[in-house]
C-alpha cells in the first residue's frame, strides 16, 4: 500500500508472465539485493504473499522473484516495488510550554503564554488541537491565559498511519490579583485614643482566587512573625 500504517502485516501481490510450468513459489526480500540464491525467504504462492512484517518502523522496499514448476528460478532476476511497505506506531507528540510570572504552589501570577509544538517524524500528523475550558478545538501554535482560576488545558494530536497520542491534560492556575487584609483589636481605646490594657490584633485575609496562604506582620523594629493575631 503508498498509506501508512500502524499494524505490522503487509501483503504483496504481483501478475505472473507468461509460464510453461506455471509459477509455484516466490522469494522475497526486504530492502536489499540478495547476495546469493538462498538471501531470502520463501514462499509457496502462485501470485501473492501474505503476512508481510518489517523490521522496522518507517519505508520499506520489497523484492520479489519467482519459481515455476520446472524449479527455473533466477535471484538477480527480481521485481522491485519502491516504498512498499509505510509502517509507524508511534504516535505523535505535541510539546507543551507555558511561560509567565510564576508564583507559589504552581500558581502564576499574571499573564501566561502557552505554546504547543505538534511533531510526527514519519507517517506526519493527520491532525492535533487543544481545549481550553471545554470550549471547541483550535490548532493555533499559542495562547495567553489572563483570566483568573484553574484553567483546563486539553491537548490530542493523531497521525496519518491512526496512531493517537494520549490526551494530555494539563492545568494553568491564574491569579493577578492581590489578598485583601483586615484587621480588628480588641479592646477598644479610650476617648483618649489610648490603650489602658494589653491588646489583641486579629488579622484576616481574603483572597478568592488562591486562597490565603497567611500573613506575617512586624512590630517595630522586631523580626517579621506569622500568624493570624
Same mark, same amino acid.
Given at each position: 500500500p503508498n498509506t501508512w500504517t500502524n499494524v505490522n502485516n503487509f501483503r504483496e501481490s504481483w501478475t505472473n508472465p507468461p509460464d510453461t510450468s506455471g509459477i509455484v513459489? *516466490?522469494? %522475497?526480500r526486504l530492502n536489499s539485493e540478495p547476495v546469493f540464491p538462498a538471501d531470502c525467504t520463501f514462499v509457496t504462492t502462485t501470485n501473492t504473499i501474505d503476512h508481510?512484517?518489517?523490521? !522496522?518502523e518507517g519505508i520499506h522496499h520489497m523484492l520479489v522473484w519467482i519459481v515455476d514448476g520446472a524449479g527455473n528460478v533466477d535471484h538477480t532476476n527480481y521485481r522491485v516495488h519502491l516504498s512498499a511497505f509505510r509502517y509507524d506506531a508511534t504516535p505523535p507528540s505535541v510539546g507543551v510550554a507555558s511561560q509567565g510570572p510564576l508564583g507559589q504552589n504552581g500558581w %502564576?501570577?499574571?499573564?501566561? !503564554?502557552?505554546?504547543?509544538? @505538534?511533531?510526527?517524524?514519519l507517517s506526519g500528523l493527520q491532525s492535533w488541537g487543544w481545549q481550553l475550558d471545554g470550549a471547541p478545538p483550535? $490548532?493555533? @501554535?499559542?495562547? $495567553?491565559?489572563?483570566?483568573?482560576?484553574?484553567?483546563?488545558?486539553?491537548?490530542? *494530536?493523531a497521525d496519518r498511519a491512526g496512531n493517537a497520542m494520549p490526551p494530555l491534560a494539563r492545568a494553568i492556575a491564574v491569579d493577578p490579583e492581590l489578598p485583601?487584609?483586615?484587621?480588628?483589636?480588641?479592646p477598644?481605646?479610650?476617648?483618649?485614643?489610648? %490603650?489602658?490594657a494589653p491588646i489583641t490584633v486579629s488579622f484576616a485575609?481574603?483572597?478568592?482566587v488562591s486562597g490565603p496562604?497567611?500573613?506575617?506582620?512586624q512590630l517595630n523594629n522586631q523580626p517579621p512573625a506569622t500568624g493570624a493575631s
Open positions: 513459489g *516466490a522469494f %522475497y508481510i512484517q518489517v523490521p !522496522a %502564576y501570577t499574571g499573564t501566561v !503564554a502557552v505554546t504547543f509544538t @505538534p511533531a510526527d517524524s483550535r $490548532v493555533e @501554535p499559542s495562547t $495567553v491565559i489572563s483570566a483568573a482560576g484553574v484553567h483546563n488545558l486539553l491537548v490530542t *494530536a485583601q487584609l483586615g484587621h480588628t483589636v480588641v477598644s481605646p479610650s476617648v483618649s485614643g489610648w %490603650y489602658t485575609v481574603t483572597d478568592l496562604a497567611g500573613v506575617t506582620w
